[in-house]
């Protein structure tokens, strides 16, 4: 059974940092990529960021590159996301999502999610 859990989220002051975790079970991450995508409020859900399986390639949204940084733990089947330098508008609930072995844009191609981590960025 393929399950993703999510977990890491809390409240943070803007400038600083959070590491959220997305640990993997019923499959390896050695054969599908995983993403993170964050939902605020009122707002579609967007994708912040994926990594592919075969060489790791890692793909970022405008607004969070330089900040966020997509990591595997293929061993303990974890995926990371070490976000820093964190703002207001990056407050949403967090969800990791599995797709194929590449990553996708298209959100539909994403057929196991989790059930989200909330991060809070105020002061």
């Known amino acids: 059974q393929v399950r993703l859990v999510e977990s890491g989220g809390g409240l943070v002051q803007p400038g600083g940092s959070l590491r959220l975790s997305c640990r993997a079970s019923g499959f390896g991450l050695q054969s599908f990529a995983v993403a993170w995508f964050r939902q605020a409020p009122g707002r579609n859900r967007e994708g912040v960021t994926c990594?592919?399986?075969?060489?790791?390639?890692?793909y970022y949204e405008d607004s969070v590159k330089g900040r966020f940084t997509i990591s595997r733990d293929i061993a303990a089947n974890v995926v990371y996301l070490q976000m820093d330098n964190l703002k207001p508008e990056d407050t949403a609930t967090y969800y990791c999502?599995?797709?194929?072995?590449?990553?996708?844009?298209?959100?539909?191609?994403?057929?196991?999610w989790g059930q989200g981590t909330q991060v809070v960025v105020s002061s």
């Open positions: 990594i592919s399986t075969k060489d790791g390639s890692e």
């Open positions: 999502a599995r797709t194929g072995s590449l990553c996708a844009i298209d959100t539909h191609k994403y057929g196991y």
